[in-house]
T-cell receptor, first 118, second 116 residues
Framework: AQTVTQSQPEMSVQEAETVTLSCTYDTSESDYYLFWYKQPPSRQMILVIRQEAYKQQNATENRFSVNFQKAAKSFSLKISDSQLGDAAMYFCAYRSLQSGGGADGLTFGKGTHLIIQP | EAGVAQSPRYKIIEKRQSVAFWCNPISGHATLYWYQQILGQGPKLLIQFQNNGVVDDSQLPKDRFSAERLKGVDSTLKIQPAKLEDSAVYLC??????????????FGPGTRLTVL
């Protein structure tokens, strides 16, 4: 079974600064997807960014980018020019592509609470 | 486009009572998931449906939890009888169900269950 570990329960950053959230995972599979989801207080979880394991190029989405180190099984999220609206819980998630039968439920980490200081 | 709808948003029950949650996925989405999110933890998959068939229920506590998706659209998750440790937010998500790799899972607002 796969596991996802987020070792930072809480992070704080000044508005307009850059912050990096850490995620490591454990798997014996070679093909999979990794995701970062954002869960604002009392609001729905939304997808921030995804990374295919077979792609060496790191994914980027506007101010959000990842540092994917497959050999190290590391998948960090960098948020540039932090904004007040970025305040939320951030979850790292893993999706197997080898479960068979179409099973593709996500395995989540415990989350990192991101605080933006004005 | 309407998102994933869930009801009720909040529910408080006594232990040993029964409770049911309802989910309506995004129109046209074949795959539906139920996750359990205990306070301070990430969501954990309980069950995945593809249309009206179960794809994965390996983490569903089948002695007390049941779920159905009879017509391949709406789904109901039931707990009978509830225990204190079932207090959590129950999240429903849906995806197109076309490509396992690239499909995005869209989440509903969740139902917060408190068992007293």
């Amino acid at each position: 079974a796969q596991t996802v570990t987020q070792s930072q329960p809480e992070m704080s950053v000044q508005e307009a600064e850059t912050v990096t959230l850490s995620c490591t995972y454990d798997t014996s599979e070679s093909d999979y997807y990794l995701f970062w989801y954002k869960q604002p207080p009392s609001r729905q979880m939304i997808l921030v960014i995804r990374q295919e394991a077979y792609k060496q190029q790191n994914a980027t989405e506007n101010r959000f980018s990842v540092n994917f180190q497959k050999a190290a099984k590391s998948f960090s999220l960098k948020i540039s020019d932090s904004q007040l609206g970025d305040a939320a819980m951030y979850f790292c998630a893993y999706r197997s592509l080898q479960s068979g039968g179409g099973a593709d439920g996500l395995t989540f980490g415990k989350g990192t609470h991101l605080i933006i200081q004005p | 486009e309407a998102g994933v709808a869930q009801s009720p948003r909040y529910k408080i029950i006594e232990k040993r009572q029964s409770v049911a949650f309802w989910c309506n996925p995004i129109s046209g989405h074949a795959t539906l998931y139920w996750y359990q999110q205990i306070l301070g933890q990430g969501p954990k998959l309980l069950i995945q449906f593809q249309n009206n068939g179960v794809v994965d229920d390996s983490q569903l506590p089948k002695d007390r939890f049941s779920a159905e998706r009879l017509k391949g659209v709406d789904s109901t998750l039931k707990i009978q009888p509830a225990k204190l440790e079932d207090s959590a937010v129950y999240l429903c998500a849906s995806s197109l169900g076309v490509d396992t790799g690239t499909d995005t899972q869209y989440f509903g607002p969740g139902t917060r269950l408190t068992v007293l």
